[in-house]
């Protein structure tokens, strides 16, 4: 069964970078939509970004475009978010998903 498993979240200031992975174990995530997902305290999980599965085509919400980049590796069988220009609002538990699978989450946090 498949697996998902996120890491790289932490604490970084406001402008800060940082890179999640998303590591797929049980099962190959090649050809499959993997979207990144974040929920803050008190409020909603939303989507963040998606890679196709086929195309590689990417996706993202206006509030990360230009600042977030998503990717794969598919020797590593991993999906990345790089994060950049960090803001305070970008705190919140980061998730990966493929269809019903979903990880634990990572938390980010932006302060000063």
């Known amino acids: 069964q498949l697996q998902l498993a996120e890491s790289g979240g932490g604490l970084v200031q406001p402008g800060g970078s940082l890179r999640l992975s998303c590591a797929g174990s049980g099962n190959s995530l090649d050809y499959y939509a993997i979207g990144w997902f974040r929920q803050a305290p008190g409020k909603e999980r939303e989507g963040v970004s998606c890679?196709?599965?086929?195309?590689?085509?990417?996706f993202y919400a206006s509030s990360v475009k230009g600042r977030f980049t998503i990717s794969r590796d598919h020797r590593k069988n991993t999906v990345y978010l790089q994060m950049n220009s960090l803001k305070p609002e970008d705190t919140a538990v980061y998730y990966c998903?493929?269809?019903?699978?979903w990880g634990q989450g990572t938390q980010v946090t932006v302060s000063s």
């Open positions: 998903n493929l269809r019903q699978y």
């Open positions: 890679i196709g599965g086929s195309d590689g085509s990417t």
